[in-house]
């Protein structure tokens, strides 16, 4: 074998490898990933609890997709303010809000990287749009939000 032909071998070699590894990564039912899509509805659903407390005012929904420990950030007037998840639930009114039919939620994304996890979440309102950012571990084999940063952007009165 001369040497352009052995070049041209490895060369044709190397590339069926890559083309092998790239069709097994494309390949749907790939290893893991029921197990993401899994997560990422296990994920949805604890933001939906988190979101019926928003709906009805009741803070027992919204606690049940948190964590004990679970604490909230965010900027007010330009300094980094914190809450502990008690003070926030205590927040919780009982009742849904006046305007709640006007109110919109929903999951922008989930990213998922084996027991940990982030979700960005929008938060429609009449006079804001909140931009929530959780972070959620799996803890005891149940997705639950550990942290909450959020931005408020006000709308102009219409």
Excluded: C
Excluded at 22 to 34: E, F, H, V
Excluded at 69 to 92: K, M, N, P, Q, V
Excluded at 121 to 137: G, K
């Amino acid at each position: 074998m001369t040497a352009v032909a052995g070049t041209r071998t490895a060369a044709v070699l190397a590339l069926a490898v890559v083309a092998a590894f790239a069709a097994a990564a494309a390949a749907p039912g790939r290893p893991g990933d029921a197990e993401t899509r899994s997560d990422e509805e296990a994920i949805r659903a604890t933001i939906e609890r988190y979101f019926e407390g928003h709906r009805t005012g009741h803070g027992d929904a919204a606690a049940s997709a948190f964590h004990p420990i679970a604490r909230l950030a965010w900027i007010r007037e330009g300094a980094l303010t914190t809450r502990s998840l008690e003070e926030y639930l205590a927040g919780f009114s009982g009742r849904p809000a006046d305007d709640e039919d006007r109110r919109r939620r929903r999951v922008v994304n989930v990213d998922v990287a084996g027991d940990a996890a982030v979700a960005r979440l929008e938060l429609d309102y009449p006079d804001a749009t909140i931009t929530d950012f959780m972070t959620l571990l799996e803890v005891d084999g149940e997705w639950k939000i550990v942290h909450k940063s959020f931005h408020v952007q006000p709308k102009e009165a219409s």
